[in-house]
């Protein structure tokens, strides 16, 4: 791990957080394991303050649990805690939508097409990583039109909690399922539907209601 080299107290804090959520975005620090603070204070060259306090936002944001005397726990995301995080997504990205639909022009609509057919090319290519990172480009196509970076910056740290979960091996009949919901969202914002699109994303893109071993092929009782 390369040192913090900010000298900003607040800034330092930020930039520890950031990484921090990269290396678990990226899988470099993997759900269940332990961060050992002190050999992360060295590492990265900081003081124990800026770092406790940015390990303390991302245990507000659920990304990790404090464990005094043991470390720092990367929490898991169970299949409950999923389906939490969809129902809240899905209300704050609908929300979005209807703000900012008007300024979903036809070159944005073209890059959300080209990012579906990209995550179509993923699945079949067995590429899941880079399946989810393009499914993440396609919303933040429309998340990116509005003006309130806290709402879009929650967001997106949730859908960092969901990055453990996605990092296990989904069914390709679930990502086609992502990819075919994406075409009727597209299609309705072509179309001009406001509501129609915005509450797509809600009841039925992010409602997701079929069991665990849908997602995943460890999960028990597959089919």
């Known amino acids: 791990m ?35 603070v002190r050999k992360l204070t060295e590492e990265l060259k900081v003081s124990r303050t800026p770092l406790r306090e940015a390990l303390a936002q ?23 805690d999923l389906l939490d995080l969809f129902e809240i997504i899905g209300a704050l990205e609908s929300q979005v939508v209807k703000i900012v639909f008007d300024r979903i022009t036809g070159k944005k609509i073209d ?38 970076q806290e709402l879009t910056a929650y967001v997106g740290n ?13 069914r390709n009949r679930f990502k086609e399922a992502i990819v075919a919901e994406h075409d009727v969202f597209v ?5 001009g539907d406001r509501d129609g699109a915005s509450a797509y994303l809600k009841d039925v893109h992010w409602q ?4 665990e071993n849908f997602i ?6 597959n089919i």
Do not use: C
């Open 2 to 36: 390369p040192p913090i080299t900010t000298q900003n107290n607040w800034s330092l804090r930020k930039e520890i957080f950031d990484y921090l959520g990269n290396q678990i975005e990226s899988g470099v620090l993997k759900p269940g394991s332990l961060i050992n």
């Open 58 to 80: 991302l245990e507000v944001q659920g990304l990790v649990t404090i464990m005094p005397q043991r470390g720092v726990l990367i929490n898991v995301l169970t299949y409950e």
């Open 111 to 148: 890059f959300m097409v080209r990012y579906n057919r990209a995550m179509q090319m993923a699945i079949k290519n067995g590429k899941s990583r880079k399946f989810h990172e393009t499914n993440i480009l396609f919303h933040r196509v429309f998340l990116d039109l509005s003006t309130n």
């Open 158 to 170: 949730l859908k960092l909690r969901l990055f453990g979960f996605a990092l296990k091996s989904y």
């Open 187 to 191: 299609g309705l914002v072509k179309d």
């Open 208 to 211: 997701f209601n079929h069991p």
């Open 216 to 221: 995943r092929p460890d999960a028990v009782n």
